[in-house]
């Protein structure tokens, strides 16, 4: 993504401003129309999925960041006010 032009939107999600940069993906501030909230989202660079044994271990990392996402006390409280 470096080097590219300024992304505008990721998905239903319109950016508001890039956050950072890391080794592995960027990582924006969205806004959640439907939410009516800002969201984070992280989006990884796609080289670093074409060695198969990385890209398993990057997965591995995504996903346990999203688990850790919905087991936090503040994701369980929206879980609960959900229901």
Request: hydrophobic share 30%; proline share 6%.
């Amino acid at each position: 993504m470096t080097g590219e032009a300024r992304l505008r939107q990721i998905g239903k999600y319109p950016v508001r401003r890039k956050l950072g940069e890391g080794a592995s993906s960027e990582v924006y501030q969205c806004y959640d129309p439907f939410n009516d909230r800002d969201v984070a989202i992280k989006v990884a660079f796609p080289e670093k999925f074409q060695d198969p044994e990385r890209g398993r271990l990057y997965k591995k990392l995504f996903l346990t960041e999203a688990s850790l996402w919905r087991t936090s006390p503040r994701g369980a409280m929206r879980r609960r006010a959900s229901r």
